[in-house]
Nanobody
Framework: QAPLVESGGGLVQAGGSLRLSCAAS????????MGWFRQAPGKEREFVAS????????TYADSVKGRFTISRDNAKNTVYLQMNSLKPEDTAVYYC???????????WGQGTQVTVSS
């Protein structure tokens, strides 16, 4: 089984909502932090949000603050990204990532497409 498997992407109208899920398995279940990144066509991959395993401390990119919420269910080894008030510029492939380090990510999911129509 892949260490990280994302789901929940799709097509939504501007102003709508989606919830992404990332299921961890194997070594990624003991990660110290998990995060979400995204990459739009022709652009570099960018950080979206992260959450620590110990106390659940969260960090967000300025572009999604107040609209996106990252959370985790340790019993299910799953991290979620609730995305509200979606905008066309949120269109991208969203990747889940996990790490055992303080800086950088060791594991990546295969990505899930999010498309927001205007």
């Amino acid at each position: 089984q892949a260490p990280l498997v994302e789901s929940g992407g799709g097509l939504v109208q501007a102003g709508g909502s989606l919830r992404l899920s990332c299921a961890a398995s194997g070594r990624t279940t003991s990660s110290t932090s998990m995060g979400w990144f995204r990459q739009a066509p022709g652009k570099e991959r960018e950080f979206v949000a992260s959450i620590t395993s110990s106390v659940g401390s969260t960090t967000y990119a300025d572009s999604v603050k107040g609209r996106f919420t990252i959370s985790r269910d340790n019993a299910k080894n799953t991290v979620y990204l609730q995305m509200n008030s979606l905008k066309p510029e949120d269109t991208a492939v969203y990747y889940c990532a996990a790490t055992h380090r303080s800086i950088g990510y060791d594991y990546w999911g295969q990505g899930t497409q999010v498309t927001v129509s205007s």
